[in-house]
């Protein structure tokens, strides 16, 4: 490879022969001291600039000394005359590089010391005479580093010192000379799903400052802070103090009283998210998945798990981290995973954003495009991943959209509790279920065979059972008394999902316009049973009585071989009135009941007067039947 540092070595040898040659009056010394010093920076040489360079003696570089990338590096034996490099140390992705053998001699680094993704270095041994970094030091995602013995002498770190990525790393014992960082501390992975060694920090007790701020993260085996003792106590440090996903996370105060040793974390076997794009970054009990009821079967399935959480939009998002005793895997999505178009959700599905895919074990996380709630389902045994946008809305006929259309409950964006509201929301006297993004149900699987002829994994995406306990797969909410409310849906990282309804004002609303008629196939026209599908005999009412709207419908048959209700209209979106809504009365009210989908239902076939009357301050019905002979 051709070397692109800024003085070759075969050019400085010319200078330096050309410069003994011509000048004889200079002194021996002084040609001692011009080879010790190469002037320049020392960039992937190739083998044969290596050498050149070796064989001048050159002692001191002022410049850089980079080796990126270098398939054919083993080590750096062609560097072991050098004391002293006044610039950077940046050695690269060098897959071959097994040691730093070459580097003992190394006292001083003016620049910063960074290693990083050289896999086959266990040790930093050569590094053993190095005492001062005017720099940083960085050590990154070297996976297989052992420990640090060879920053035995290591007193001086004029920048930040950044250990990161270290997953092998056992010990860093070898920094115990290690006075001085002049900025941040950092002893961090990129989450704690990925398992670290490192138990202890003794190897800093001899560190007196810290310039900038301490950040100790995500090291799942570290439990013992104690040498940081000396640190505290010296005043050395007055930056901030970040501590999380460790094996025991301690304040700077518990350091200081000395309860710097922490005791096992207990993880419980399941399923946990985690991830950056979350307010989960340890294995808390907020993060550890549920078991989910199957809405086929309504009943729990042992393989599918849920869980709502907050998630931040963008790259950061979150793994799938399973926990079985000492075992832990991390899942991210397959390579299937994706958001589902619109045009490709099923009929019952939540419509605001679907995610649905395979899992595979990654570090890669599950991401989304947009900040908000989401619920998150997961089956095991098929491995399909559905994250769903969760955005609240009731539904129902005491809502303004009836059962066709879910009132939304605005809300605003909080990684750890999120309110979902409503004001001004009329309600009548009847059921209502809450729902998310104006879905029923996320599917999985349509067709996964469970046996006994049923198919289908799938999970709720509504609520019901009552305001103070909802449940998945709950019954219709009732509303008791007709208002205009103030809903509430609240979704907490420690709580979970709860729900309130203030009544705040009586309902008013004017009827005069409003044309009811009777649909089913318990009423008669034209000699036949009518259906489903349309009214029949729709009014507009009177209002004698301020408030009070009455229709009146003289002559209509009915039969005991059907069951009818009567409606806005026949698209199920406006007033629907079944036999529990209504207060019955009348010579005729005996001869009706009601059925299992609130339906009238006559006992005997007659012809009958209907006079229905609503009191829109409470929302309630009154329906007189008189027989007509």
Known sequence: MKSNYQYPIHLCIIMFLIFTSCNKDKTENDITTSQKI????????SPEELQSFYNSNFQIITGDVEFTNMINTTDLVDLSNVIEIQGNLHLINNVNLI????????????GDLILSDNNSLKNVNGLQNLSTIAGKLEFIDLENLENLDGLISLLKVGNRFSLYNLVNLESIEGLAKLKSIGKNLGINNHSNFIYSKIASLDGLQSLSFVGSNIEINNNASLNDFCALKTLLSHDGFQGEFYVSGNYYNPTLEQIAYGECHGEAQI?????????????????????????AINEVTQENRPQLHELYIAIKGGTEGFNIIKIDGNNRNTYGPGNDFAQV???????????????RGSIKESFAPFQVSEDGLYHIAYDTEIGIVTIAKVEWGIIGAASPGGWAESTQLPSTFDLNQMLFIGTEIPLSEADYKFRYSQGWKVILDPDFDLGDGQT???IYSRLGGTIDHLTPDGDNIHCYEAGIYTIRMIWSLEDGLSASLEKTSDPITDYSNTELGFIGDGIIFNGAQHDWNSTLYDRIPITD????????????????QGAFKITQGSHWDGLIIGYPEVCLGGNAADDFHGDASENFIAYKDGTYQFELTLEAINQSYQLNINAIN
């Open 38 to 45: 190469f002037t320049g920076s020392l960039i992937n040489p």
């Open 99 to 110: 040691s730093l053998e070459g580097l003992e001699s190394i006292e001083a680094i003016g």
């Open 267 to 291: 993880i419980l076997d399941g399923l946990y998210i985690q991830g950056s794009g979350t307010a989960i970054s340890d294995f808390f009990s907020e993060g550890k998945m549920k078991t």
């Open 341 to 355: 178009a619109e045009e490709d959700l099923e009929d019952e599905e939540p419509r605001f954003g679907l995610y």
């Open 456 to 458: 289908g994994i799938k």
């Open 545 to 560: 009585i301020p408030n009070n709207f009455t229709w009146i419908y003289d002559t209509i048959k009915v039969t005991s």
